[in-house]
């Protein structure tokens, strides 16, 4: 199937002046993902989610924070150890104890985080932006000396004044061999607007990659990281789930569909997002809203009579990309909403045909009982009102029967 028979592209992009991705994703749900409250991945876990990530084509995979637990060291170690295609990254204080754990895992990447922001410097470290970033530039001395890639990480970048962020990324680009300068929106506070700016800013002063996380405290994670990489930021970071501390994070699925019928990138293996968010809500315990873009219950289920007449003809009437593009399947429900052609279509499709005048009696049929009972009709309820329209029609003269469901 080509691509424009799978999803209907946004053509209003043609008409907008922005800068051409070259990006990467960087899947933070191992790391960020497992700091949703209550949530505890298993070894097993994390390795299975790994490999679903790395076989979908997912450049980094953000597989822990070794200095959590003696387990949490030894998954980061056995996922590095897979020799999968993803770069393997891991979190790390601006503490030399934190990279020699990441040493001790073998990770390709770590990423070396402190906050510049007034808040944290003065209510969480109690210490000045000098001792901080001090003690970011020896540890990211001492991880290049190892022989690790380095990310460096302003948490709280978005609540940092930005003069102050270039003078540090320019520093540390300056006097250390950096792979990643990150930019965290720690707590969702940026809009897609702020986000283009504050990306631009860094982008014009920085030659180093940049990578942007963003939470998704004010529902505008995946619209923030879009604007991120249309100014330039090179790794972006995802949940699946979008799960992640509060609100959550830009969500994988959200973030790679967009890539694709937006942007036109199409080197992902989307059709593997369906199954791997189950995974993820089994693993985690979180199940997605059902009407979660992408992966939720509703993001192919469809009631209306209007839309369900046109979807019968064409999906991409009321899809924009179509369930098997992301490994999902539609779904035609029978309900309060339901027009006769819809209803006609899906029964033919279960192997019933009624004449005019029985379709006619089960539309009515249909209206009544699921405005009763609150709820659309299952496919045992709608073969039974099925066999009560046939019976009826050919007993009329016996006069109406009650149906029930
Ligand atoms: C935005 C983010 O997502 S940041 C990552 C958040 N993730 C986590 O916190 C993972 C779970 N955390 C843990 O298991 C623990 O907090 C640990 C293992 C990381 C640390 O545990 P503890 O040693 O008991 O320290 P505790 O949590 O009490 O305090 C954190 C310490 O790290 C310091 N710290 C926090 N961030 C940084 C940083 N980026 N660089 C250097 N020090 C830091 C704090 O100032 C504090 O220092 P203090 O003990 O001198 O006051
Ligand atoms: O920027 C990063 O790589 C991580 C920072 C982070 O997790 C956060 O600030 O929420």
């Keep these: 199937m080509s691509e424009s028979e799978q999803y209907s592209r946004n053509e209003l992009m043609d008409f907008i002046e922005y800068r051409p991705l070259d990006i990467e994703i960087c899947d933070v749900t191992l790391r960020d993902g497992e700091q949703t409250p209550g949530v505890v991945f298993t070894k097993e876990q994390k ?13 980094v995979i953000e597989a822990g924070f070794p200095v959590v637990s003696a387990n949490e060291k030894e998954t980061v170690k056995e996922i590095a150890n897979q020799g999968f295609n993803s770069r393997i990254c891991c979190l790390s204080r601006a503490v030399k104890g934190d990279v020699d754990a990441a040493l001790e895992c073998d990770v390709d990447i770590v990423s070396i985080f402190i906050a510049m922001s007034d808040m944290h410097l003065k209510y969480k470290y109690h210490r000045s932006l000098e001792e901080m970033l001090g003690c970011a530039k020896e540890t990211i001395e001492y991880a290049t000396d190892h022989g690790l890639k380095v990310r460096f990480a302003a948490e709280d970048a978005s609540r940092t004044p930005i003069d102050r962020l270039k003078k540090a990324f320019k520093e ?228 109406e029967e009650k149906f029930s469901i």
Excluded at 47 to 59: N, Q
Excluded at 279 to 288: A, D, H, L, Q, W
């Design 172 to 399: 540390v680009e300056n006097e250390y061999k950096v792979q990643y300068l990150s930019l965290a929106d720690t707590i969702g506070i940026l809009n897609p607007t702020t986000t283009h700016y504050l990306v631009s800013e860094i982008f014009k002063e920085v030659n180093t990659s940049i990578c942007i996380h963003c939470h998704d405290d004010l529902g505008m994670a995946t619209a923030n990281t879009l604007a991120a990489a249309e100014a330039g930021a090179k790794q972006l970071h995802t949940t699946v789930n979008a799960i992640g501390e509060r609100a959550g994070n830009a969500s994988l699925e959200e973030v790679m569909v967009a890539l694709r019928v937006q942007y036109g990138i199409d080197r992902y293996d989307t059709t593997k997002l369906t199954s791997l968010s189950r995974m993820v809500s089994e693993y985690s315990g979180i199940t997605p809203p059902v009407n979660k873009a992408v992966v939720g219950q509703n993001a192919f289920t469809h009631e209306s009579g209007i839309h369900v007449a046109a979807i019968l003809e064409e999906p991409r009437t009321y899809e924009l990309f179509l369930p098997e593009m992301v490994g999902g399947k539609r779904n035609l429900v029978v309900g309060k909403h339901t027009g006769t052609k819809a209803l006609k279509g899906i029964i033919n499709s279960i192997g019933f045909c009624l004449e005019r005048e029985e379709l006619c009696a089960l539309i009515d049929k249909v209206k009544v009982c699921t405005e009763e009972k609150h709820k659309s009709i299952s496919r045992d309820q709608l073969e039974r009102l099925i066999t009560q329209v046939r019976q009826e029609s050919k007993t009329t003269e016996k006069g």
């Design 47 to 59: 390795l299975a989610m790994a490999s679903e990530l790395d076989s979908m084509g997912v450049e």
